[in-house]
Nanobody
Framework: QVQLVESGGGLVQAGGSLRLSCVAS????????MGWFRQAPGSEREFVGV????????LYADSVKGRFTISRDNGKSTVYLQMNSLKPEDTAVYYC???????????????????????WGQGTRVTVSS
């Protein structure tokens, strides 16, 4: 069983930055594709981005491209979401998710759906004030 624990959320002013972390336990982390999603109040869960197990490939939603960066440290079983130039519309609960070690495909349509992931964290809240 994989456990994912996010941290790093908080309150930040528009234009500011935050870095979220997600620590994984329970299986070979380097084999897992890791995704980030977010869910704003009253909205459906939205794909943010994804990173391949070896860290060599990333894909981002258009809404965050150029502002957010996903990275990972497999030695620490941790994936990061660096968020810059934050906007009030980035306010949401952010979730990390992991697949069960399947092959990575450079096709965002595969990863922007929740069903492509097997494990989820509990979420960390990010609030961006205007």
């Amino acid at each position: 069983q994989v456990q994912l624990v996010e941290s790093g959320g908080g309150l930040v002013q528009a234009g500011g930055s935050l870095r979220l972390s997600c620590v994984a336990s329970g299986r070979a982390f380097s084999l897992s594709t890791m995704g980030w999603f977010r869910q704003a109040p009253g909205s459906e869960r939205e794909f943010v981005g994804v990173i391949a197990g070896n860290g060599g490939s990333t894909l981002y939603a258009d809404s965050v491209k150029g502002r957010f960066t996903i990275s990972r440290d497999n030695g620490k079983s941790t994936v990061y979401l660096q968020m810059n130039s934050l906007k009030p519309e980035d306010t949401a609960v952010y979730y990390c998710a992991s697949d069960d070690g399947r092959q990575f495909f450079s096709d965002m349509s595969v990863y922007e759906v929740s069903g492509s992931y097997d494990y989820w964290g509990q979420g960390t809240r990010v609030t961006v004030s205007s």
